[in-house]
Every structure is written in C-alpha cells, then in structure tokens.
Nanobody, 122 residues
Framework: QVQLVESGGGLVQRGGSLRLSCAAS????????MSWYRQAPGKQRDFVAS???????QYADFVKGRFAISRDNAKNTVYLQMSNLEPEDTGVYYC????????????????WGQGTQVTVSQ
C-alpha cells in the first residue's frame, strides 16, 4: 500500500525558513509529478509547486522566488525549501502525487499525504 508522509512543518518567525519533505513508500516503480499544495484556515487548497520525474518545475505566482521544489527519485521524496516566509504562508501543506506505477504494473492515481502544519508568526 502506498503512503505519502510529510514532515518538516513547524512554527517560524516572519522572514524565516523551513524545509518540508514528503516521502512516498510502498512498492513504487516510478512516480510522475510530485506537488505541494497548501490550505489556510477557512480557505480552499491552493497549488504551490510541482516537479515531474524529469525535473520540470512549476510554481504558483505567490511563491515569488521564495520557495524551491526538488526531488530525489531514488528515495521517492520531494522537498520544498521555503525562505523569507510571511504570515500569509501559514497553513497546512500537503504533498500530492498525480500518478505512479507500482508493482504488478498497476497505475495509481491522485495520492495525498496527511499534511504538515506551517505557522509563520509576525
């Protein structure tokens, strides 16, 4: 059974940095795109960044060069380095895998992690 486990969230002051990690476990052969989303209290879940297996990257406009996404394909892990954090970045950050190939040649779709809380104080 495939699982996504995020870590690295916490409380940080304005201007600080955090590095989030999301590790996919299970009988995984390949993963297509790995992404980060976030959800502030009372708001919808928003796209933050994504990276494909080949390294193509996309960012939401609000990232403004402050965040950097990367992945280690050998470890099935995606990272989000966040710098110059602002209170508006507060929320639960979720990892997403859009599709993957698992043992037996089975395609799995749209997996989500449980989320990790990021809180940025003034």
């Amino acid at each position: 059974q495939v699982q996504l486990v995020e870590s690295g969230g916490g409380l940080v002051q304005r201007g600080g940095s955090l590095r989030l990690s999301c590790a996919a476990s299970g009988d995984i052969l390949t993963i297509n795109a790995m992404s980060w989303y976030r959800q502030a209290p009372g708001k919808q879940r928003d796209f933050v960044a994504s990276i494909t297996e080949g390294g193509s990257i996309q960012y939401a406009d609000f990232v403004k060069g402050r965040f950097a996404i990367s992945r280690d394909n050998a470890k099935n892990t995606v990272y989000l380095q966040m710098s110059n954090l602002e209170p508006e970045d507060t929320g639960v950050y979720y990892c997403n895998v859009d599709s993957m190939l698992v043992a037996g040649g089975i395609h799995e779709w749209d997996y989500w992690g449980q989320g990790t809380q990021v809180t940025v104080s003034q």
